[in-house]
């Protein structure tokens, strides 16, 4: 992303800012959007996450599912004895860091829903979607931290990426057919494993960390297969779509190794309105000796913006802030 105009650019030590007691200092996480506001949806205190504000809708749930607190509230939850953070350091993709400076608190639209948020002086993009768009994310303190690289569908690293997933992707999917009570009599569900096999594996997003992590590469991986359904259908238009979403390693000899905690298969069919939650990675973050993933969750009609712990071989969820 090109920025016309001139900021201070950081240097992309290894060092961070440090509290007292060794912990690495209290800082707010805020996503950055191409209009240039800044949505503060998380704080790090004291060697932990949260989202600490108490007048908004709290922790609920609904059967086995936890709903995560809204960003939706009375009042700017990062305001604090009539004082904000000014001072925010940005990067997307593989920009370097940049020094935004934030002026005034702001309501945005996101879904429907009012969200806080700070305005800064990054140079507005043009938004030709009449939708907000999310650049990546900016931290009021100087904690050092990595962007992902967006690896394009259509390149060499997608295809080998897609050819390595291919054997774990169909036993995924077995095992999901095998479970799925929709009760369909057409489409992915009848047809069989060697005619499944022939039916290629696209890419729907693809991304990978651009630090290693003992020398293993880290993959957000999105990928789906597309099952027309037979003419004399009632629906013969809309193919039964097969997704798969989740992280993975790529190690030193090469060979793919998915990451458990945030694996998801999900039967949907062309509209998508079923489908699984989408996930753009945004940065890695090391405190106090753990690593976090920062990204955007979106559904339907809904984002948020969830804190990840990279623990071992899995993926934690750390923190979820539900932002519209």
């Not at 200092?25 to 932990?48: H, K, L, N, Q, T």
């Not at 009042?75 to 940005?90: I, S």
């Not at 100087?142 to 054997?167: G, R, V, Y």
């Amino acid at each position: 992303m090109m920025l016309m105009t001139t900021f201070f650019v950081i240097s992309r030590s290894n060092e961070f800012a440090v509290g007292r007691g060794g912990r690495a200092a209290s800082f707010m996480i805020g996503v950055v959007r191409a209009d240039g506001m800044i949505i503060p949806f998380a704080e790090y205190a004291r060697g932990a996450w949260s989202n600490p504000w108490t007048e908004a809708k709290p922790d609920y749930q609904v059967g086995s599912e936890v709903v995560p607190k809204s960003l939706g509230m009375a009042k700017a939850w990062f305001e604090r004895k009539g004082k904000t953070p000014r001072q925010w350091y940005f990067r997307a993709a593989g920009d370097e860091a940049v020094l935004l400076t934030a002026s005034k608190i702001a309501k945005v639209e996101n879904h429907s829903q009012d969200n806080w948020a700070l305005e800064s002086d990054l140079p507005k993009q043009a938004n030709e979607s009449g939708h907000h768009r999310n650049l990546g994310i900016a931290l009021s303190g100087k904690e050092k931290f990595d962007t992902f690289i967006e690896i394009k569908a259509d390149s060499k690293e997608a295809e080998n990426f897609a050819d390595q997933l291919k054997p774990l992707y169909e036993s995924a999917e077995r095992l999901e057919i095998a479970r799925s009570d929709r009760g369909y009599t057409h489409g992915v569900e009848i047809v069989t494993d060697a005619e499944r096999a022939k039916v290629k594996l696209e890419i729907q997003s693809l991304y990978r960390s651009r630090i290693a992590f003992d020398g293993r590469e880290l993959y957000s991986f999105g990928v789906k297969k597309s099952y027309a359904r037979p003419p004399a259908s009632s629906d013969a238009g809309c193919a039964d779509v097969a997704e798969f979403q989740g992280w993975a390693f790529r190690g030193r000899d090469g060979e793919l190794s998915l990451l458990d905690g945030e694996l998801a298969f999900n039967l949907t069919d062309c509209d998508g309105k079923t489908a699984g939650r989408s996930v753009t990675p945004f940065g890695t973050i090391r405190l106090d000796n753990q690593t976090f993933l920062i990204v955007e969750e979106h559904g339907w009609e809904d984002e948020s913006y969830t804190i990840l712990e990279l623990k071992d071989s899995a993926i934690l969820r750390t923190l979820e802030t539900h932002g519209g």
